[in-house]
């Protein structure tokens, strides 16, 4: 079965960080892109940020940029997202999804991603 799992989720104080981690099960990541996206509370989901199946390419959200890192490692078959100097605004369910490409490219398009995980939930708060 075909499966991404989100992990590192939680609540942390603004300021803060966290690491989310997105192991696949079932495939090999190996020949997917990987992006994040997330969704707050009354909000439309939004790309965060995406890694191309080597690593050679990566993009970010405006919203983002400098604050949060993303990085693979395919022999363990999991994509990570460092999160640092989380803020209020970061709180949502963060989902990573896998999007089957043969170039080394990666898109911040929901609609190119074939696989998604559950989600895991970030909370920024004192």
């Known amino acids: 079965q075909l499966q991404l799992v989100e992990s590192g989720g939680g609540l942390v104080q603004p300021g803060g960080s966290l690491r989310l981690s997105c192991a696949a099960s079932?495939?090999?990541?190996?020949?997917?892109?990987v992006g994040w996206f997330r969704q707050a509370p009354g909000k439309e989901r939004e790309g965060v940020s995406c890694?191309?199946?080597?690593?050679?390419?990566?993009k970010y959200a405006d919203s983002v940029k400098g604050r949060f890192t993303i990085s693979r490692d395919n022999a363990k078959n999991t994509v990570y997202l460092q999160m640092n100097s989380l803020k209020p605004e970061d709180t949502a369910i963060y989902y990573c999804?896998?999007?089957?490409?043969?170039?080394?490219?990666?898109?911040?398009?929901?609609?190119?991603?074939?696989?998604w995980g559950q989600g895991t939930q970030v909370t920024v708060s004192s």
């Open positions: 999804a896998a999007d089957r490409i043969l170039r080394d490219v990666c898109y911040d398009r929901s609609n190119e991603y074939d696989y």
């Open positions: 079932g495939f090999t990541l190996d020949y997917y892109a």
């Open positions: 890694i191309s199946r080597r690593g050679g390419n990566t």
